[in-house]
């Protein structure tokens, strides 16, 4: 097993709660933002995806808010399961266009009691 | 079918040897990356490639070198390996244009003894 992540924020929820994830983007020209999800011992995985041009967006079970006033990024998910538990993290795409560079945020992980 | 596969997927070696981590998608993207994961989960770029062209290095030492032979596969070289360089290293790839999610590997761990 893994002994990463030790200074990793930790969101506990109960099974069947909702979770909310929270994550502050640096560059307010940043123009697509991506939460991706990580299981142990795998890579990071797509959920969902946002442009700056929205401030909502909806997936299944997954909700994304944009807020560009404050740069701010969250990633609600309904009725948590023990298949949730994960480490989050969102993206954003910093640009200049054409250069593919995304940063990442420092992540989040999810524990899900049953 | 594994979308984009990485070798190996654990790698044990001693300081100062040279390695190479290979990757290949499948998924018929052109831009191809390199990430480094630290000990505390940061997902760090090293390097883009698009349609076998380097786009960014992110000030990535020069005993790091990328190789793409072609759009489907983007090997990353490794000198004189050092202490910190022990992680995590994930291939990933896109559709070329910008605003298009990445697709992973699950990842190389890298431990320099």
């Known amino acids: 097993g893994e002994s990463v992540g030790l200074h990793l924020p930790t969101l506990s929820v109960q099974e069947g709660d909702n979770s909310i994830i929270n994550c502050a983007y640096s560059?307010?020209?940043?123009?697509?933002f991506i939460w991706y999800k990580q299981e142990s011992g795998k890579g990071p995985q797509f959920i969902i995806d946002i442009r700056s041009n929205m401030d909502k967006r909806q997936g299944q079970r997954v909700t994304v808010l944009l807020n560009k006033t404050v740069k701010h990024l969250s990633l609600q998910i309904a009725a948590t399961q023990p298949g949730d538990s994960a480490v989050y993290f969102c993206?954003?795409?910093?640009?200049?266009?054409?250069?593919?560079?995304?940063?990442f945020g420092t992540g989040t992980r999810l524990k899900v009691l049953a | 079918d594994t979308a984009v596969s990485q070798t190996p997927k654990y790698l044990v070696t001693q300081m100062g040897n040279d390695k190479s981590i290979k990757c290949e998608q499948n998924l018929g993207h052109d831009t191809m990356y390199w990430y480094k994961q630290d000990s505390k989960k940061f997902l760090k770029i090293m390097f883009s490639?698009?349609?076998?062209?380097?786009?960014i290095n992110e000030t990535v030492p020069n005993r790091f070198s990328p190789k793409s032979p072609d759009k489907a596969h983007l090997n990353l070289h490794i000198n004189s390996l050092e202490l910190g360089d022990s992680a995590v290293y994930f291939c990933?790839?896109?559709?070329?244009?910008?605003?298009?999610?990445?697709?992973f590997g699950d990842g190389t761990r890298l431990s320099i003894l």
């Open positions: 993206a954003e795409n910093i640009g200049p266009s054409g250069t593919y560079k995304y940063i």
């Open positions: 490639y698009n349609n076998k062209e380097l786009i």
């Open positions: 560059n307010s020209a940043s123009d697509y």
């Open positions: 990933a790839s896109s559709q070329g244009q910008d605003n298009q999610p990445q697709h």
